[in-house]
């Protein structure tokens, strides 16, 4: 059942354009500039009256997560809040009814997030879920939730559900935003460029055998550096997550602004950093942090938008992507780093689908 494909993982990134299809389908009105999620119109009300709203995960969960924080930020005036469900579940939080926490979920089992949902419940919030597989233990323990819809996922590797809850996560961030001042062409806008996602990533899928060659060049190195800003911090922590996930090769993701307070003492020649340097309102701060790189001898990698030819003369590598609104950037800007990490894995032979060490769903904590 891999259509063809060598792994899982790669026939799953590949059907992302669908997965995004199947993410929406019935769920935007385009003419004004709303959502509509069934799966959370029951508490609706309740929904309309939180102040904060958390974000609890674990994994790759987490990071879709963490973009849902910046995402909740620009288009709601809700307060949010985002944390590990590992780390949630000990503090000692001040719930009330005006809290939603939203567990994130692929397998909607993971032990650590029915946890940190179980204790927010226990303390009065609204639990709300973003799952995948439907009927599974989160799915049924929370007051309401929207699913994916994106099939299984088998690769241990999450990539197509990561780009679901991403995209699902704008849907929900439109609902509540359109209530609370979001604009109707602010509104539009977003869906228009959503509906655009699936062609945009299919750009950059047919660029796979270029994005293949870059992982072959970096193959002798064992140890990479991801950076990105703001809305990029996330896909940074995430790309380097897939990396050594099914590489066993060591990377890490760092908020590029935290460069100089350490990492940057690592960067020589044998320490290569990808770095996501997309247009928008942070690129002229990732050119800066890439020119403190080269300037340290360090190899780049950018991911950059179609187009920009500058980027072009600093760097060693680049991967285009095509350029969408800054909020639904982060979203192709991770399609380039799943390919990466598959190809770099499958050079080195490993075993893509089942990487050592690691479950599809976390059942103990
Ligand atoms: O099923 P979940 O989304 O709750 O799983 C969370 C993590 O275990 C999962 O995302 C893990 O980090 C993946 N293997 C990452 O690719």
Known sequence: EKSGFKHFMLKEIYEQPKTVENAIRGRLIEGEGISKLGGLEPVLDRILNLKRLTFVSCG??????????????????????????????????????????????????????????????????????????VGSTIAKETDAGVYCHAGPEIGVASTKIFVSQCVILNLIALL??????????????????????????????????????IAKKYLPFKNFLYIGRHLNFPIAMEGALKLKEISYVHAEGYPAGEMKHGP???????????????????????????????????????????????????VDDVIYVPKTIDILQPIINVIPLQLFAYYFADFKGRDIDKPRNLAKSVTVE
């Not at 995402?71 to 939603?100: C, H, P, Q, W």
């Open 60 to 133: 790759t969960s987490f990071y879709a997560g963490l973009y849902g924080k910046y995402i909740f930020e620009m288009l709601t005036d809700l307060d949010v809040d985002v944390d590990y469900a590992s780390e949630f579940r000990y503090r000692n939080l001040k719930l009330s009814e005006y809290d939603g926490v939203v567990a994130i979920s692929q397998s909607g089992e993971t032990a650590d997030t029915l946890a940190a949902l179980r204790e927010a419940k226990r303390k009065g919030a609204l639990v709300l879920g973003l799952v995948n597989v």
């Open 176 to 213: 509540l935003g359109r209530r609370r001042g979001l604009s109707i062409f602010d509104g539009m806008n977003l869906i228009k460029e959503i509906k655009k996602l699936p062609e945009n990533i299919k750009f950059v899928l047919d660029n796979g055998e270029n994005i293949r060659g």
């Open 264 to 314: 940057i003492s690592l960067i020589d020649e044998n320490f290569p950093t990808v770095a996501i340097a997309t247009d928008g309102f942070t690129y002229e701060k990732m050119i800066s942090n890439i020119q403190e790189i080269k300037a340290r001898s360090g190899k780049v990698i950018a991911i950059a938008t179609e187009g920009n030819k500058e980027i072009k003369e600093i």
